[in-house]
């Protein structure tokens, strides 16, 4: 086999991940790159010689840290005979050593692995989860838009023609879970974006009775909540917010699912909107296929498996479990990665939906012929009572 020198190696691993983009939103994976996170646990040693350290020392590694860029791939390599934390710890730690040997002492001290690791993917999260709410605000928006359109239409049960619904109905039915997902997502990432800081048993015990202080001190530098207790071994959070985060993507995936049958030509009653280069065929040029809504059922499809990954790791041994917690970082950057990429593929087709109002009405005369056609009853009520729970959801008086 051919050698590569280490950096042709390095940008040989990038550019085989980046094809992990094809189903990932973009944004996301920025936020929760490698780069980002190696930066955030650094950001965290530097908080805590902040929060801990004697002021003189504290600014040197704090200086370190801001400066500081680790090699992922050597880590990572490194990494495999214990924690990711270990081997970063001691580079941090020789750069402190370089500028003063007395500031190195204070680096990670009264810290352990777990504190250093968790938090930092705290501190990535916090932005992805800002990013997918936006994503889920753009996809309500825009689905609460169409429930405007009064065209009558067939509604499908059993993927069988049933009785008449307006498309303004169907559109709102799309919009109540997307409500309920839109405060549930934040509810989980309130909750579960906190401060992870125990030390090497939970009870910070390098710092006496002022454990709580240094904490305290530690999640204001870093601009988060603190948490009552360590949760080393207690992953509840983290699996409730990859549960929201997989219901947020089969929400999406449901939109998807319906829209890609109403594309079906012998439906053809909506559209996703066309643009150059987007739902073509390799071999088949007369193709137009529903890519985007593709991305949404990919994302659906995917994420129920890693957030039950999370939900198998609620039962870590004693106070560190083994096996749990050392790979959850990347379980969640592929789950918030996936679930923000159905969402905004489920925002791109709605803001340019094409709506076939002919369509509707010639399959509706077709279908249900023998049929009254009076598409009412109480959509009007359900339409206004779930555009009232949207506009509670995403924060402003109904």
């Known amino acids: 086999m051919e050698r590569r020198a280490p950096g042709q190696e390095r940008n040989r691993l990038f550019r085989l991940l980046s094809l992990e983009l094809l189903f990932a939103d973009e944004v996301c994976a920025g936020l929760l790159s490698d780069e980002n996170f190696l930066a955030a646990m650094a950001r965290f040693e530097a908080a805590l010689a902040r929060a801990s ?3 003189a020392h504290a600014e040197i590694i704090s200086r370190v840290c801001d400066t500081a860029r680790f090699d992922a791939a050597a880590l990572a390599r490194e990494g495999r005979a214990g924690t990711l934390a270990i081997p970063f710890v001691k580079a941090l730690t020789a750069r402190v050593a370089a500028v003063s040997k007395d500031a190195a002492k204070h680096v990670h001290a009264g810290a352990t692995s777990q504190d250093v690791i968790d938090t930092a993917v705290v501190l990535c999260l916090k932005p992805a989860c800002a990013r997918i709410n936006e994503l889920t605000v753009r996809l ?8 405007g359109n009064h065209t009558p239409t067939a509604a499908r049960t059993l993927l069988q023609p049933a009785l008449p619904v307006t498309f303004g109905w169907k559109a709102a039915m799309w919009l109540s879970p997307i409500s309920r997902s839109l405060v549930a997502l934040r509810r989980a990432a309130n909750e579960a974006l906190v401060l992870q800081f125990g030390g090497p048993s939970g009870t910070l015990s390098a710092f006496g009775d002022q454990g709580t202080k240094v904490s305290a001190a530690l999640a204001r530098e870093l601009g988060i909540a603190a948490s009552l ?17 997989a219901i947020l993507a089969g929400a999406a995936g449901k939109i998807g699912r319906d829209v890609a049958l109403l594309m079906q030509p012998e439906v053809g009653e909506a559209s996703e909107a066309a643009a150059p280069g987007r739902g073509g065929s390799s071999s088949m040029p007369h193709k137009r296929n529903p890519a985007l809504s593709m991305l949404a059922l990919e994302a659906a499809q995917r994420a129920p498996g890693l957030a039950a990954t999370l939900l198998g790791q609620l039962t870590p041994e004693h106070e560190r479990g083994l096996g749990q917690w050392q790979s959850q970082w990347f379980t969640l950057r592929e789950l ?20 076939n109002e002919k369509a509707m009405r010639d399959n509706l005369a077709r279908l249900l012929k023998d049929q009254a056609l009076d598409a009412a009853g109480a959509a009007g009520a359900m339409i206004e ?5 949207w506009a509670t959801s995403r924060g402003r008086a109904p």
């Open 53 to 55: 350290a004697p002021a």
């Open 140 to 147: 309500g928006d825009a689905a609460a838009r169409l429930t």
């Open 229 to 245: 207790v360590p949760w080393h071994s207690a992953r509840d959070r983290f699996a409730r917010l990859g549960a929201e985060l």
């Open 336 to 355: 918030a990665c996936s679930t923000a990429s159905g969402v905004a593929a489920m925002a791109d087709v709605l803001e340019g939906l094409e709506v």
């Open 385 to 389: 009572a779930a555009l009232a729970e």
